[in-house]
């Protein structure tokens, strides 16, 4: 019973990190009204980045990214590391599906690194590497963010646990399915580029 209880409530605790939505309350700190209301409607920052505030988009990232790294690292902590898994799931479901946003939230993208970074930092560098190196080489925003989710996933069955890795695969795996409008695009060669509205 105390496993289950402490299962919930790192559960919980990590789902309530995740589900903080800076990406909207920066743009709206900043005057610039509803970030659902412009370009794709996400609160992530790569929508942000739409607004022309490339400051305020590069605070998004970092905070949503650091939001998952604290909820793996606090659930951790004070539960034990057997918890961390559960708690980097959690991160994400709740970045994606806030209560207080009609459980619309962001791709999770961001939140993903985050919690890979919390779990282990060679699985974090790899999939930010996969970052860089995809939205560089083809100036598209969702390829190098999925790029990152493929690479992150099977770096971590090389520098974790096994129910660690497949944390980090069934995220990474959610959050390319939530990119189905993006492939959909990159299809048909209408996904925009990366400076581009």
């Known amino acids: 019973m105390n496993d289950i209880f402490a299962g919930g409530f790192a559960t919980l605790i990590a789902a309530f990190l995740g589900s903080i939505p800076f990406g909207l309350l920066l743009t709206k700190w900043a005057g610039l009204g509803d ?28 905070l949503d990214a650091l939001k998952g790294t604290l909820a793996v690292w606090l659930v951790g902590t004070l539960l034990g590391w057997n918890w961390a898994p559960f708690a980097a799931l959690a991160a994400v479901l709740g970045h994606c599906h806030p209560p207080w946003l009609q459980g619309q939230g962001g791709k999770g993208v961001a939140t993903a690194l985050g919690v890979m970074l919390g779990l282990s930092w060679p699985v974090f560098v790899v999939a930010a590497l996969a970052w860089l190196a995809g939205a560089a080489l083809s100036r598209i925003s969702s390829v190098g963010a999925m790029a990152a989710m493929v690479a992150g996933a099977a770096s971590a069955f090389w520098f974790t646990d096994a ?35």
Request: charged share 20%; no cysteine; proline share 2%.
């Open 35 to 62: 970030i659902r209301a412009i370009g794709s409607g996400n609160i992530g920052a790569t929508n942000v980045l739409r607004t022309g505030h490339k400051g305020l988009a590069a605070a998004t990232l970092l």
């Open 163 to 197: 129910v660690s890795a497949t944390a980090v695969t069934v995220a990474g795996a959610y959050v390319i399915g939530r990119h189905e409008a993006n492939i959909k695009r990159l299809l048909d060669g209408t996904e925009p580029r990366i400076g581009r509205k």
